[in-house]
Structures are given as C-alpha cells and as structure tokens.
C-alpha cells in the first residue's frame, strides 16, 4: 500500500501552496488567509479529537482505484509553545491505512496538507505525472482565488479548477475537469469543515470525487 510521504513533504505542499500569497486579510479574504493562514486549532486544547469522514469514488476502478468509505481522525497534544499544538494523525483503518504525521507546532488545520497530498500522489501515479507539475497547477490556482460566503456567520468557500485550461488536458482523462471546494467555519472545531475534489463528464456523472467532511470531536 502506498504510503503518505513524510510530514516535511506534507508540510512542503502548504507551503508551496501559499508561496506569493497576501499574508494580509482581504475582503473578500484571499484563499490563502482561509486555508492556511487562520489559527484553525486555536479552539482545540490538548486531549481533543477531530474526526472527518473520507469518500472516494471512481467510475473506472482499473485507472482511479476502487470506491472506499473510510475515516480520518486528529488528536491534539501539547506543542512547543501556548498557540502551537502537535497533532497526531490516524489516516484511514486497518490495510488502508497511511502512514502521517505527527505534526509539530501547528497553528493550522493539517487536513488540508493530508488530502492534498493523498490527492497529488494519486493522480501522479495515475498519470505518471511529475507530482511537481501537479502542485504547480494547483498552487497557481489558489494564488488569485478569493473566498466567497458559504452561508450565515464566518463560513467561507473556496473553489478551484486549476486544469480546466491545462495545455495537456486531452491526455487527462476528463480530468481537467477536476474541481477543488473548500469550505470552512469559524464555528467548527480545525475550521474546515468539507474537502471536495470531483471530476465529472458532461452528463454530471463523477468520473472521480473524494470528499473529507467534518464529522465530530471527542
């Protein structure tokens, strides 16, 4: 079973994502100060867990995989200092599972880093891909996104498609219509509260979708 790459690798992806990105709060906020730069764990203290729900589905198994259900789960710990947390990470159940983390010294929500990452290396492995080209893609994609209110209170959505224009699109698959929604609320426990990364035909049918939801704390 493939396994996750190392946490600096994770760690890596964040931060090439928001590389070139206004530090500063916009209005609308940029993706960047919503994603990444927020205190996410700020309202966790250590002993707490996170679970999220993980779904994928593939419409051809022998290119994308098969479909699973499966579970991801956060525990928090002590950090270095009063506003960093350690987080350690259960990355899907039993033959499934991966190998990530712990994190050290997070402010951050490090889902994000986890589902990126899992997405990346799947679609690199799929395409033979250079996993860097991939980041590139999506880095680019987030630089100029800005957020847009998902519903009432500090809840915000994020979309990308950061292969809609890709100039290799004709080998992809009809994965250049891979699309990337975010959404996070001030309100929930880590922030984020939906992952959503689907590609569907011209009929709306999902050619590959995986989706991570908020799905408690303990």
């Known amino acids: 079973m493939r396994k996750l790459s190392s946490v600096c690798g994770a760690a890596a992806l964040a931060c090439a994502l928001v ?11 940029s993706a960047a100060d919503i994603l990444f730069e927020r205190p996410q764990l700020q309202a966790l203290k250590p002993g707490d867990g996170v679970d999220y729900s ?13 479909s699973f259900d499966d579970r991801i789960g956060l525990r928090v710990e002590p950090g270095a200092a009063p506003d960093k947390k350690k987080v350690a990470v259960e990355m899907f159940s039993a033959e499934r599972r991966r190998a990530a983390g ?9 889902l994000l880093s986890l589902m990126l ?5 799947r679609l690199a492995a ?24 998902d519903s009432a209170g500090d809840s915000w959505r994020v979309e990308v498609a950061p292969f809609k224009n ?11 219509t891979l699309t990337y929604t975010f959404r996070v609320s001030a309100a929930a426990p880590g922030e ?3 992952i959503d990364i689907a590609a569907r035909d011209a009929k709306g049918d999902v050619l590959f979708e995986e989706t991570t939801r908020y799905a408690g704390k303990h």
Not at 54 to 66: H, Q, V
Not at 117 to 121: D, I
Not at 166 to 176: E, I, Y
């Open 192 to 194: 984020i509260t939906e």
């Open 117 to 121: 990452e899992e997405n990346l290396q």
């Open 166 to 176: 890709d100039p290799h699109k004709a080998r992809m698959h009809g994965l250049d």
């Open 54 to 66: 993980y779904s994928f589905r593939s419409a051809d198994p022998n290119l994308f995989g098969p």
């Open 19 to 29: 590389a070139g990105a206004a530090s500063a709060a916009q209005e609308p906020p």
């Open 126 to 149: 799929v395409f033979q891909a250079n996993p860097r080209y991939i980041k590139t893609a999506i880095r680019l994609a987030l630089r100029d996104a800005a957020a847009t209110p």
């Open 102 to 110: 712990p994190f050290e010294d997070m402010s951050g929500n490090p």
